[in-house]
C-alpha cells in the first residue's frame, strides 16, 4: 500500500463515521418539526449550523480525497499537500464543534452578516468559528494548490483546459478527468479567495466597530458558500468521467469539442450562478438579477448534457454488471438532473417570489446533493474498496441500494411537496397557519430514517476494509 | 474650489430625518400661483402638466447655504434636464422678480430654457411649506431666515414622490431624478448610513448604475485565481527549462 | 407560475427522467455493439432550445416592477427587527416608533395596489406574505441599510400574515405580523 493509498482510506474512514451522525442531526430536525420530539430553539439551530456544516465539509473533501488519488493515474501526486488538508481539516473540524456545541453558535452555516453580531452565541465561540473557518479554507487551499501544480507539471495550462480540442484539434490528447479537475480546481480557488476576504471584513467590524455593506458582505457569502457545494459537483462529475467507462467495460472517454467547451463554459458561469440567492434583495440592481437567471441556467446545462449523454451512451446494451460503484455512479446522475431540474425551476426569479426560503430550496439541494454527489462519492468509495480487497460488497448491494434510494426519495419528495405548500425552512417550529408542514416534517424524517438504516451497515462493511488499508504492512 | 467647499459640507442629518420622507410620501401639494424669471404668471399644476419635476426652494438674498446648494443641484444633475424638469422656486416675501433673475445669472443659467426660476406669491408660501414639511424660521438678528435644504419629486398629479434634505452623496440625488423621469426606482440605501465600501453606486455624470469598489473586490478572486494559475504555470517552465 | 404548477411540471419532468434511465437500465442487460454518437447532435440542439424558450417566457416576468407604473393606494412602513415585523403608515424612525407599531393590526384595501417600504434595524430578514390559504403571494428582503419597495394588490380578503423568511436568530421562527385586507 502507497502512502497515497493510506491516506485516501484515512479521509474514507474519517467521512464515513461523520456522515451517518450528521444524518443524525438532521433527522433530529425534522422530528422535531414533527412535534415528535421537544428541542429547544438554541439546539435545534446549533444541530442545523452543525448539520449543514458537517455535510458540506466531508463530501467536499471526500469528492477532493477521490480526485486526488485517481490523478496519479496521469501525474506525479505529491501527498504532503494533502496531509496537510487533512490536519487543518480535522482542525478546522474540532474548532467548529467546540463553537456550535459548547458556544452555542447558532447562526447557520452561511454566518449571514451582521447576525453574528446580534446572536446569542458566546463571544468566544463566534471566534473560534472563524478560526475553524479559516483553518479549513488554508488547508483546502494549499490542497486545491498542490493538485493544480501537480496538473500543471505534465500539462500546461492551456492544454489541460482542453483548447487545443477546443479548436477542432484531436493531439496532444487531454483526458476529460483533467479537463474537469482543472476547471473545478480553478473554479474553487476563488471560493476560498472569497471566504477570506469575507473573514478579513467580519474581523475588522470586531476590532473597530465599522460597519459593513449589507449587500457586498451577502454577495461575498454567496459566493463563497454558493461556488464551494457547486464545484464539489464537479470534483464528483470528474470521478464519474474517469471510472464509469471502465465499471461498464468500455474505452475510457474523450474529450471532444463539445465537452471541452462545456467545461470551460463552466469555468466562467459557475462564478455568477450565485447571484440567485438574491433575488429577493431588490437592492441589487435588476441587470445582475437577469444575469444571475441566465447564469443558472448556462452553468449546468452543458454539463449535465454532455454528462448525461456519455453516461446513458455507454450503458446502453452494454450488458454491464451492475455492482454497488456503477449503481450509485448511474443513480447519481439521474437524481442530479432530477435535482437540477427543480433548481432550475426555482431560479426563474419569477418562481422564487413564492419559493425563495421555502422547503423548495433544501427539496432540490438534496436531491443533487444526498441522491447526487454523496452517491458519486460512495461510488469512488466501493470502487476503491473493491481495488483494495477485492470485496465489491454483493450481500449489501440490494439492500442498501433499495433503502438508500427509497428512503431517500421519499425523503425529497417531502420537502419538495411542503415548499409547493409555502412551507419555510430554517424554523425550528411551524407556526400554526402552516400547519402542513408537521405531516410532511414526520414524512420526512421518517425516509430519512431509511437512509440511516442504508448507511450504517454499509460503513461497517468499508470502515473494516478501509482499516486495513490503513494499518497495512 | 467650490465642489470642495459643497462636498465639505456634506452634512450628517439624522437618519430619522431622512426617513421623515414618508410622512409626505403621495401626499397631494396645493396649487400655488407663481411668477416666472421671464415674468409669465403661472400655476405650479401648469408646471408639472408636461413633466414630473425636482422641485428646491431658496432666498436670494440667503447668505448661507441657499448658493452652495443650488451649485451642487446642478452640479449633480446638469443644466438641461430631460425627460424631467428642475423648478427653483423663491419663498422669500422680500425677493423680488429681479433678484431670482440675478441668483440664476450668477449660477450660469443664463438661458431660462434649462431650469425654471421662479417666485412664489407670498400668500401661497405658507401652504407649500406645510405640504412640503419646509421649515422656515426668520432669525430677526441677522435678517435672514434659518430654513430647510431640500430637494422633492412631484409628479404629473402633484403628489410628492420622494423628499431628501441636506447635501447627501449625489448618487443619491440620481435617485430622485430616475423617479422624476418616471422610472420606479426598486430600492434606495437609506442616506447617512455609512458604510465603507458599496457594491454599486449611481454614476452621477450619467444617472447609471456603475460597479464599485465592493463589487471590485468581489472580482478579485476570480483574477486572482487565473493570476496564480498562469504564474504556476510561468514557475513551472522556468524550473523545467534550467 | 403558481405553487402548485411548479411542482407539477417538477414531477412531470422527474418522471420523464426517470423513465429515460429506466428505459437504459433495462437496455444494459443486453450486449451489442452500438454508437449513440449521431444523436449527440440533437440532443444538443433540443437543449438550447428549451433553454431559450424558457428564458424568453420567463425573464419578462419579473417580480421587480410589479405595478411600477400605477400610484399605490397605501404606503405602508415596514421595519424587521429581532423578532417582529412592525408595520405602520406612518414612518418607522425610533425605538419608539418601533414599539408603537407592534400593536398595531393594520387594514389593507383589497384590489388596491399596497406599497410596503421594507427595511430592518438589526440583520438582513425575509418578509414574505403569506395569504388567508396559507401560501406566499410575495415576498422581499429586509436588508439593513437600505429601503426595498415591494407594490402587491391584494385579491382574495382576509387576515394576512407576515413571515420572516431569512433565518435571523434563535427565535426567528415566531418572527411575524398581521394585517386584514377587506
Redesign the interface.
Known amino acids: 500500500m502507497t502512502a497515497l493509498d493510506r491516506l485516501t482510506a484515512t479521509w474514507i474512514i474519517t467521512v464515513s463515521v461523520v456522515f451517518p451522525i450528521a444524518i443524525l442531526f438532521g433527522i433530529l430536525m425534522r422530528l422535531n418539526q414533527a412535534n415528535v420530539l421537544e428541542l429547544s430553539s438554541l439546539t435545534f439551530y446549533s444541530l442545523m449550523t452543525a448539520h449543514g456544516l458537517l455535510m458540506v465539509g466531508i463530501w467536499f473533501v471526500m469528492s477532493m480525497a477521490g480526485v486526488s488519488y485517481l490523478l496519479q493515474r496521469y501525474v506525479n501526486v505529491q501527498v504532503w499537500p494533502a496531509t496537510v488538508g487533512y490536519v487543518l481539516t480535522l482542525v478546522g473540524v474540532g474548532l467548529l464543534l467546540a463553537a456550535i456545541f459548547g458556544g452555542d453558535l447558532h447562526t447557520g452555516w452561511y454566518f449571514l452578516y451582521p447576525l453574528p453580531f446580534y446572536a446569542r452565541t458566546s463571544e468566544w465561540a463566534t471566534l473560534v468559528f472563524l478560526l475553524s473557518l479559516g483553518s479549513l479554507g488554508i488547508g483546502w487551499f494549499i490542497w486545491s494548490l498542490g493538485l493544480l501544480v501537480a496538473i500543471l507539471r505534465r500539462y500546461p495550462l492551456t492544454q489541460a483546459l482542453a483548447w487545443q480540442h477546443l479548436l477542432g484539434k484531436s493531439t496532444p490528447e487531454t483526458p476529460p478527468f483533467i479537463l474537469i479537475t482543472t476547471t473545478t480546481l480553478l473554479g474553487l480557488i476563488p471560493a476560498f479567495i472569497a471566504a477570506v476576504i469575507l473573514l478579513g471584513l467580519f474581523l475588522i467590524q470586531y476590532a473597530s466597530g465599522a460597519t459593513q455593506d449589507a449587500l457586498l458582505m451577502k454577495n461575498l457569502t454567496f459566493f463563497f458558500g454558493h461556488t464551494l457545494v457547486n464545484e464539489m459537483l464537479y470534483f464528483g462529475i470528474a470521478t464519474l468521467y474517469e471510472l464509469f467507462p471502465a465499471l461498464a467495460g468500455k474505452q475510457p472517454y474523450k474529450t471532444k469539442p463539445f465537452v471541452a467547451l462545456a467545461w470551460n463554459l463552466v469555468l466562467v458561469v459557475v462564478w455568477t450562478a450565485y447571484f440567485h440567492h438574491l433575488y429577493m434583495d431588490f437592492v441589487q440592481p435588476t441587470v445582475v438579477q437577469y444575469i444571475g437567471q441566465l447564469a443558472s441556467w448556462i452553468a449546468p446545462i452543458p454539463a449535465v448534457a454532455v454528462t448525461t449523454f456519455s453516461v446513458l451512451g455507454t450503458v446502453y446494451r452494454s450488458g454491464m454488471k451492475w455492482w454497488l460503484a456503477p449503481t450509485f455512479f448511474f443513480a447519481g446522475v439521474m437524481f442530479w438532473i432530477i435535482g437540477g431540474l427543480g433548481a432550475i425551476l426555482d431560479a426563474i426569479v419569477a418562481n422564487n417570489f413564492v419559493l425563495h426560503n421555502t422547503l423548495w430550496v433544501p427539496a432540490h439541494f438534496h436531491t443533487y446533493n444526498l441522491l447526487g454527489n454523496v452517491l458519486f462519492s460512495l461510488g469512488f468509495i466501493t470502487w476503491f474498496v473493491r481495488e483494495k480487497s477485492g470485496d465489491d460488497g454483493s450481500r449489501l448491494y440490494r439492500p442498501v441500494t433499495t433503502l438508500y434510494l427509497l428512503g431517500g426519495v421519499g425523503f425529497v419528495l417531502a420537502f419538495y411537496i411542503a415548499g409547493s405548500l409555502s412551507v419555510m425552512r430554517r424554523v425550528d417550529k411551524y407556526p400554526a397557519f402552516v400547519s402542513d408542514g408537521h405531516l410532511w416534517a414526520l414524512v420526512g424524517g421518517l425516509f430519512a430514517l431509511l437512509v440511516l438504516a442504508a448507511v450504517v451497515p454499509f460503513v461497517i462493511y468499508v470502515l473494516r476494509r478501509c482499516w486495513r488499508v490503513v494499518f497495512s504492512a | 474650489m467650490l465642489a470642495c467647499s459643497v462636498f465639505g459640507l456634506i452634512s450628517a442629518i439624522p437618519?430619522?430625518a431622512q426617513?421623515?420622507?414618508?410622512?409626505y410620501?403621495?401626499r397631494k401639494i396645493p396649487d400655488v400661483r407663481l411668477v416666472l424669471a421671464t415674468g409669465e404668471q403661472t400655476t405650479l399644476y401648469s408646471l408639472i402638466r408636461s413633466h414630473s419635476i425636482l422641485l428646491t426652494l431658496f432666498s436670494a438674498r440667503c447668505g448661507g447655504l441657499c448658493s452652495p446648494y443650488l451649485l451642487y443641484l446642478k452640479q449633480a444633475i446638469g443644466t438641461t434636464p430631460q425627460g424631467y424638469a428642475v423648478v427653483a422656486l423663491s419663498f422669500d416675501p422680500r425677493d423680488r422678480l429681479e433678484d431670482v433673475r440675478a441668483t440664476a445669472q450668477r449660477l450660469g443659467f443664463t438661458d431660462h430654457s434649462t431650469w425654471r426660476w421662479g417666485l412664489l406669491l407670498q400668500e401661497h408660501v405658507p401652504r407649500l411649506l406645510t405640504a412640503l414639511g419646509y421649515s422656515v424660521h426668520y432669525d430677526s438678528t441677522r435678517r435672514e431666515f434659518d430654513h430647510s435644504i431640500m430637494l422633492c419629486v412631484l409628479?404629473q398629479?402633484g403628489?410628492l414622490l420622494r423628499r431628501m434634505e441636506g447635501f447627501q452623496d449625489p448618487v443619491l440625488v440620481w435617485d430622485l431624478v430616475r423617479e422624476a423621469r418616471?422610472?420606479?426606482?426598486?430600492?434606495?440605501?437609506?442616506p447617512g448610513?455609512?458604510?465603507?465600501?458599496?457594491?454599486?453606486e449611481l454614476d452621477r455624470e450619467t444617472g447609471h448604475?456603475r460597479l464599485s469598489w465592493?463589487?471590485a473586490?468581489?472580482l478579485?478572486?476570480?483574477i486572482?485565481?487565473?493570476a496564480?494559475?498562469?504564474t504556476?504555470?510561468l514557475l513551472?517552465?522556468l524550473r523545467r527549462r534550467r | 407560475m403558481s405553487q402548485g404548477t411548479i411542482l407539477m411540471l417538477f414531477l412531470i419532468g422527474a418522471f420523464i427522467i426517470a423513465a429515460v434511465f429506466w428505459w437504459f437500465w433495462q437496455s444494459s442487460k443486453t450486449a451489442a455493439p452500438v454508437s449513440a454518437e449521431p444523436l449527440r447532435r440533437w440532443v444538443f440542439v433540443g437543449l438550447v432550445g428549451f433553454v431559450g424558450i424558457f428564458t424568453a417566457l420567463t425573464l419578462s416576468r419579473m417580480p421587480y416592477f410589479l405595478y411600477a407604473s400605477e400610484t399605490p393606494a397605501r404606503v405602508i412602513h415596514v421595519v424587521g427587527r429581532q423578532f417582529a415585523f412592525a408595520l405602520s403608515e406612518r414612518p418607522i424612525e425610533t425605538d419608539g416608533d418601533y414599539a408603537a407599531a407592534l400593536g398595531q393590526t393594520l387594514v389593507l384595501p383589497l384590489g388596491q395596489v399596497v406599497e410596503f417600504r421594507v427595511t430592518s434595524f438589526d440583520v438582513n430578514h425575509g418578509f414574505a406574505l403569506y395569504a388567508p390559504n396559507g401560501r406566499i403571494v410575495a415576498q422581499v428582503q429586509a436588508m439593513p441599510g437600505y429601503i426595498n419597495r415591494l407594490r402587491w394588490r391584494f385579491d382574495q380578503p382576509g387576515e394576512y400574515i407576515a413571515q420572516c423568511l431569512e433565518y435571523c436568530g434563535a427565535a426567528h421562527a415566531g418572527m411575524q405580523a398581521r394585517f386584514v385586507v377587506e
Open positions: 437618519l430619522w426617513l421623515n420622507e414618508g410622512h410620501y403621495l409628479d398629479r403628489n418616471g422610472e420606479f426606482v426598486l430600492s434606495y440605501p437609506i448610513t455609512d458604510v465603507a465600501l458599496r457594491c454599486f448604475w465592493g463589487m473586490l468581489l478579485v478572486p476570480p486572482s485565481s487565473f496564480l494559475a498562469i504556476l504555470q513551472i517552465g
